[in-house]
């Protein structure tokens, strides 16, 4: 099969040999080695089998590395003779089992290097093999200085720049992970260090997350960030993703507090965000009267307001303007209901107060009351509207007199003032209907009084001629003791039925 014009343009064709030929100099530009492997999945894409590979790949690749010196002195090393310093890095890279005994001390090397190299250059080579004790890092350092063309090894992947490395983080967490472990055992900073002076001076520290992320974010601005397993190009993009998921909230909580999100901002060159959101921060931080969790989603939308300041804040609408309590009758309490609403995603913490307007010292607080004085709204869990009651007790009023409240509700983002008028009313209707039923059950209590009274003392002229003083007198001295019977039940009942009333009419 030959290599089909149109599954492969020109360019890729180009690219394909290009990386082609970084492999064929890292392998010492080997005739034996299997290159055709290493591209298979490419090259099974663009219909590409191993004999077109050998054909059409494989000459022009080779024509654009250097020639190898394999002539003149040189050491054998695992079976394997090396001609320069370079190529001995490269069997090493390919040989780290063997190399790791090969590594325990100089003898082996003092012996190689001095059949390849000057004695200068033998001594600088093993200042450097000596100036690490612990062998992983040794091996690193050695291998490295000797060829500084060769890529970096994570399991199986190779790339050949801190970029590539860090590209494929972004493409699997899995390998995201590995490459965080490696730059924490400062494998990374040795490879720079011997390979990449430039995007070495960038690595302050290795001994934190933190640091990881400064770093790349030095090296490139414009890779992505990690919030769990999920990716965000931008800052944007995150705060639009949270407010579609409410469950990916707790991760950025998590990212939020231990700084991490704090650090991409500044890294990506967002310093006016940055300082913005600090502040924000801070000033969450100092707010009393607010939970952890509360804070911690008042700084969510910190960060989304200073991503994208177009995205709507959780303002709070009320389903009234006004409340007007004209002329109640003061007879009994009497209230009403309001709505507040909550229109957009969000939490926000609402604190409802009530204030006399001119200042009347003469009511008392239970005069007028609220049913609620903190609400808490949070669209991510359903609560985005609640109920206000007001109510107002006339008896604590002056009738025909006007009185002027102002129902206070304050967010961190925005104020609302409902005016209450209240006017109070002599109840006409009221104590007409009172009168009327009091009457009445004070007529049937002396009546029950009465007839005690004719049942105690085996009387009969329930309904009595006008009596005289001698013959109350007279009365009083047959039936003295049961009179006084009769006279302790009224009082009882008496004292009985105020207490029931004033507690039937809460007074």
Not at 66 to 87: A, L, M
Not at 290 to 317: F, T
Request: proline letters at 4%; glycine letters at 2%; one cysteine or more.
């Amino acid at each position: 099969m030959s290599l089909n014009s149109q599954n492969m343009s020109p360019e890729e064709k180009k690219d394909l040999i290009i990386q082609v030929a970084k492999v064929i100099k890292r392998q010492n530009s080997s005739e034996t080695y299997p290159y055709y492997h290493d591209f298979i999945n490419i090259c099974s894409a663009y219909g590409l089998d191993e004999y077109a590979f050998n054909m059409e790949i494989l000459p022009n690749a080779y024509s654009q590395v250097p020639k190898v010196i394999n002539s003149g002195p040189h050491c054998v090393i695992f079976g394997e003779r090396c001609f320069t310093t370079e190529q001995m890095g490269l069997v090493f890279f390919n040989h780290p089992s063997k190399s790791e005994i090969y590594m325990k001390d100089d003898a082996f090397f003092r012996k190689d290097i001095r059949e390849i190299e000057d004695a200068d250059k033998s001594m600088e080579l093993l200042e450097v093999f000596n100036s690490e004790t612990l062998i992983d890092r040794r091996y690193l350092k050695f291998v490295y200085h000797l060829n500084k063309n060769l890529p970096y090894r994570v399991e199986t992947f190779y790339a050949e720049n801190i970029d590539a490395l860090i590209t494929k983080g972004f493409d699997d967490v899995t390998f995201y992970n590995l490459i965080l472990k490696e730059f924490l055992q400062g494998y990374i900073h040795i490879w720079l260090e011997q390979t990449d002076l430039e995007n070495f001076a960038k690595l302050k520290q290795h001994d934190s997350y933190h640091d990881f992320l400064t770093f790349i974010y030095a090296v490139n601005k414009n890779y992505p960030f990690y919030v769990n397993t999920q990716t965000f190009k931008t800052p944007q993009e995150l705060v639009v993703f949270c407010q579609q998921d409410p469950a990916f909230r707790p991760a950025l909580h998590k990212s939020l507090t231990n700084g991490n999100i704090q650090i991409w901002l500044h890294g990506i060159g967002k310093q006016d965000w940055y300082d913005e959101y600090l502040k924000l921060s801070t000033y969450i931080n100092n707010l009393a009267d607010y939970s952890d969790n509360e804070k911690l989603a008042l700084r969510i939308q910190a960060l989304q307001h200073v991503a994208d300041p177009a995205l709507s804040l959780p303002y709070l609408n009320a389903s009234v303007k006004k409340i007007d309590f004209i002329n109640i009758e003061g007879a009994r309490p009497v209230i009403s209901v309001f709505n507040l609403t909550c229109d957009n995603i969000g939490y926000v913490k609402a604190r409802l107060s009530l204030r006399n307007t001119v200042n009347d010292n003469s009511l008392q607080p239970e005069s007028i009351t609220l049913s609620n004085t903190v609400i808490d709204f949070n669209s991510f869990e359903g609560k985005t509207v609640a109920s206000v009651t007001v109510e107002v007790n006339p008896l604590h009023f002056v009738k025909d007199k006007q009185y002027s409240f102002e129902i206070s509700i304050a967010t961190l983002y925005q104020a609302i003032t409902i005016p209450v008028t209240v006017t109070v009313v002599f109840p006409k209707k009221e104590y007409a209907i009172y009168l009327a039923k009091y009457a009445a059950f004070g007529a049937v209590f002396f009546l029950l009084i009465r007839a005690i009274d004719e049942k105690i003392t085996d009387r009969q002229d329930f309904y009595p001629e006008i009596p005289t003083f001698a013959g109350i007198y007279n009365s009083f001295e047959d039936f003295y003791w049961k009179y006084i019977i009769v006279f302790i039940i009224m009082l009882c009942g008496l004292i009985l039925s105020f207490r029931l009333i004033k507690k039937l009419e809460k007074l």
